[in-house]
T-cell receptor
Framework: AQTIHQWPVAEIKAVGSPLSLGCTIKGKSSPNLYWYWQATGGTLQQLFYSITVGQVESVVQLNLSASRPKDDQFILSTEKLLLSHSGFYLC??????????FGPGTRLTVL | AQKVTQTQTSISVMEKTTVTMDCVYETQDSSYFLFWYKQTASGEIVFLIRQDSYKKENATVGHYSLNFQKPKSSIGLIITATQIEDSAVYFCAMREGRSYAQGLTFGLGTRVSVFP
């Protein structure tokens, strides 16, 4: 069975500090991977997607970047956090065009 | 550009009754895919059911079913025999057929509260 793990579970960071969030999918080969962001009480906004190792497409520019160093790993990062980066970050996977399955998410608070 | 609209902010229902949620979408594609997700209080997002635009039959999974009205660009979610644990925020989402690798566009969500 496939599993999706995100780390860390939660982060409290200072404005201007760097950030790295991770996502690992086990049990699926060559999945499409996605990053979403959700403001408190808001909807999900897609940030990035990747269909293969080393290739990442940006959907929304939020001073964030993403990388896919391995087939089963997706990383979200920034060198300088903004207050507006606070929220809930979710990683998701899918096979071809099927429905997406979400990880447990990382709650980020920027102070 | 694709757009998904959920106009109902919240709905309250009694346990064991039926709840219906509305969702209207916009797309220029002739092929598209519609999804419903549930977000629990812990933040977990769970896939519930999907409807492919080329299918005429309404999808049904367990006590979830869809009311797909293609001419109205509408995809309603129906939950029958509701239970307390159905209390959650329900999101409607869409993906256009030509962008299979891309992600989903979500509506703003409808909060459902089920009371005993």
């Amino acid at each position: 069975a496939q599993t999706i793990h995100q780390w860390p579970v939660a982060e409290i960071k200072a404005v201007g500090s760097p950030l790295s969030l991770g996502c690992t999918i086990k049990g699926k080969s060559s999945p499409n991977l996605y990053w979403y962001w959700q403001a408190t009480g808001g909807t999900l906004q897609q940030l990035f997607y990747s269909i293969t190792v080393g290739q990442v497409e940006s959907v929304v520019q939020l001073n964030l970047s993403a990388s896919r160093p391995k087939d089963d790993q997706f990383i979200l990062s920034t060198e300088k956090l903004l207050l507006s980066h606070s929220g809930f970050y979710l990683c998701a996977w899918s096979l071809l065009g099927d429905e997406q399955y979400f990880g447990p998410g990382t709650r980020l608070t920027v102070l | 550009a694709q757009k998904v609209t959920q106009t109902q902010t919240s709905i309250s229902v009694m346990e064991k009754t039926t709840v219906t949620m509305d969702c209207v979408y916009e797309t220029q594609d002739s092929s598209y895919f519609l999804f419903w997700y549930k977000q629990t209080a812990s933040g977990e997002i769970v896939f519930l059911i999907r409807q492919d635009s080329y299918k005429k039959e309404n999808a049904t999974v367990g006590h979830y079913s869809l009311n797909f009205q293609k001419p109205k660009s509408s995809i309603g979610l129906i939950i029958t025999a509701t239970q307390i644990e159905d209390s959650a925020v329900y999101f409607c989402a869409m993906r256009e057929g030509r962008s299979y690798a891309q992600g989903l566009t979500f509506g703003l969500g409808t909060r459902v509260s089920v009371f005993p």
